[in-house]
């Protein structure tokens, strides 16, 4: 089997168990969100940060890298983990700030999305 084909499996397979999951279905939980329109989404490149101008810099590709990234360590952790386990606090603590940080960005970006003509 080829890599790609495994990759597609797999991540077919994150979406359904996602989907179905009650954490990651409510809105206001960071997560999977349903695919929706967003005024200027067939504009190739939007202006999401501060200013008037959109920067030359493609931002929006090395941050999909990064997300990419921290996606795929997430779901290996959320796999390897128990309800049960116990861990060290420093774990505890600094999951819970990379979840406080996505969903600043996140909460950002969505605002900025359906409020500005970017």
């Given at each position: 089997?080829?890599?790609?084909?495994?990759?597609?499996?797999?991540?077919?397979?994150?979406?359904?168990?996602?989907?179905?999951d009650?954490?990651?279905?409510?809105?206001?939980?960071?997560?999977?969100?349903?695919?929706?329109?967003?005024?200027?989404?067939?504009?190739?490149?939007?202006?999401?940060?501060?200013?008037?101008?959109?920067?030359?810099?493609?931002?929006?590709?090395?941050?999909?890298?990064?997300?990419?990234?921290i996606?795929?360590?997430?779901?290996?952790?959320?796999?390897?983990?128990?309800?049960?386990?116990?861990?060290?606090?420093?774990?505890?603590?600094?999951?819970a700030?990379?979840?406080?940080?996505?969903?600043?960005?996140?909460?950002?970006?969505?605002?900025?999305?359906?409020?500005?003509?970017?």
């Amino acid at each position: 089997m080829k890599m790609s084909e495994i990759r597609k499996l797999i991540y077919e397979e994150i979406m359904t168990v996602l989907q179905d999951d009650a954490i990651f279905s409510d809105r206001a939980s960071p997560g999977i969100v349903q695919q929706r329109e967003v005024p200027g989404d067939d504009n190739p490149g939007r202006n999401l940060s501060y200013g008037h101008v959109k920067s030359s810099d493609s931002e929006g590709r090395a941050a999909k890298k990064h997300l990419y990234y921290i996606f795929t360590k997430a779901q290996s952790l959320y796999d390897m983990l128990n309800d049960e386990d116990d861990l060290p606090p420093w774990s505890q603590s600094k999951i819970a700030r990379a979840a406080e940080k996505i969903s600043a960005v996140y909460d950002y970006l969505e605002y900025k999305m359906h409020t500005d003509d970017y």
